[in-house]
């Protein structure tokens, strides 16, 4: 496979439940990133990892927990998420972070649903 | 801090009809812009870009011209497709690690 991937695809769960969302880069990019996309907010950046250290968290509660176990795979693990939480979630790749970074590459996103 | 703000939509246009969406930036120096564009049930896919001032990134018939002395990057094509039809996004580099993204514009081409 190329670019880059997320799984699944659609995912409904509880406010109990605990899942993970999966995202890995086929592009030999160092640096990647976790979106939540909404339909009231415009896109927000919730981490950032760059050489596998996260270097970014932008207030994101702690209901959702990232993991980077190596530069070509990123995890967002969920656990008892609230209905507001619903929305697409979508893993970015660059080649660098920084200011003058590369554009970013998106997979297809995650389209979660919490009952 | 470092912004951008692009019309909102939604925009609805008969096939083949002149598009303008507008994007306006707020920045400290002249970052790299961009145009994003998201189809129906897909992620975000670059369309184009520009590094410098009066660049113009072009790509599928896309266009749009980094203007400084207007804060501009405004993205326009000349015949619209009905395959057009998608949300499209203007999208500045931010610090070190953050993509600065404008609402989005959605786009609905009928034949």
């Known amino acids: 496979e190329t670019g880059v991937t997320q799984t699944p695809r659609h995912l409904v769960m509880g406010m109990t439940n605990k899942k993970s969302l999966k995202c890995e880069q086929h592009?030999?990019?160092?640096?990647m990133y976790w979106y939540k996309q909404s339909a009231k907010k415009p896109l927000e950046l919730m981490f950032v990892?760059?050489?596998?250290?996260?270097?970014e968290n932008n207030s994101v509660p702690s209901r959702f927990s990232p993991e980077c176990p190596n530069s070509s795979h990123l995890f967002l693990h969920l656990h008892t998420l609230q209905p507001e939480d619903s929305a697409l979630y979508l893993c970015?790749?660059?080649?660098?972070?920084?200011?003058?970074?590369?554009?970013?590459?998106f997979g297809p996103g995650t389209r979660l649903t919490v009952t | 801090g470092d912004s951008v703000t692009q019309m909102e939509g939604p925009v609805t246009l008969s096939e083949e009809a002149f598009l303008t969406i507008n994007c306006t930036y707020t920045?400290?120096?002249?970052?790299?812009l961009f145009w994003y564009v998201q189809y129906p049930g897909e992620g975000l896919q670059l369309l184009l870009k520009?590094?410098?001032?009066?660049d113009k990134g072009s790509n599928k018939g896309f266009e749009a011209t980094y203007r400084k002395e207007t804060t501009s990057f405004h993205l326009e094509k000349g015949s619209v497709q009905v395959s057009d039809s998608a949300v499209y996004f203007c999208?500045?580099?931010?610090?070190?690690?953050?993509?600065?993204f404008g609402a989005g514009t959605r786009l609905t081409v009928k034949p």
């Open positions: 970015a790749s660059s080649p660098v972070s920084g200011r003058n970074s590369y554009e970013q590459y």
């Open positions: 592009l030999g990019h160092n640096a």
């Open positions: 990892y760059s050489l596998e250290e996260r270097v």
């Open positions: 920045a400290t120096g002249y970052p790299s």
């Open positions: 520009a590094t410098k001032a009066d």
């Open positions: 999208a500045l580099p931010y610090n070190n690690n953050d993509m600065r």
